[in-house]
């Protein structure tokens, strides 16, 4: 079994994600090696200000990332691209986002809820730190993009507030 942890898997892309944006680079690739039939391949794209990260091959212990968490190709951002519509709530940071407070509770928020400015709409698991979501601005929520559990990148859309 390998001896790495996803923690330093999830710290390594956010660094990543920082040095493009520090040197304004628009594609980032490396490949760590952990051992045998063990490795992590990470692709890091900047697109009009949004950055994405695709991971390949990870290592057999974790889950592959579901497909809406690749990164997009030009093909794949259309006019209907959730990332690019005016009450889109992006994702701050890597991470795993939660969308109640503890597993089995009430979730922060639900389609068509009204939410104010900074109300809690969810939370994201960021190297054991749970990082509050607010709320941008006051609305309602048309449309939940991540489901409970799921990982995030930094830039993923989160939901829609209108």
Known sequence: MSKHSPD???????????????????ELSVKREYG?????????????????????????????????????TAAAVASDDPAQHP??????MVGTCYLAAEPGA????????????????????AMKTMNHIPAPRAGVVKRILVDDGTPVEFGAPLMIIE
């Open 87 to 92: 009450g889109a709530v992006t994702s701050p």
């Open 106 to 125: 009430t979730p922060f928020i639900t389609i068509g809820a009204t939410v104010a400015e900074g109300q809690t709409v969810l939370i994201i698991e």
């Open 36 to 72: 045998d039939d063990d490795s992590l391949e990470v692709k890091v794209v900047k697109k009009a200000n949004i950055v994405t990260t695709h991971v390949a091959a990870p290592a057999p212990a974790y889950a592959p990332l579901p497909a809406p968490m690749q990164a997009t």
């Open 8 to 26: 330093a898997d999830v710290a390594f892309i956010s660094a990543l994600a920082e040095l493009l944006n520090k040197n304004d680079l628009t």
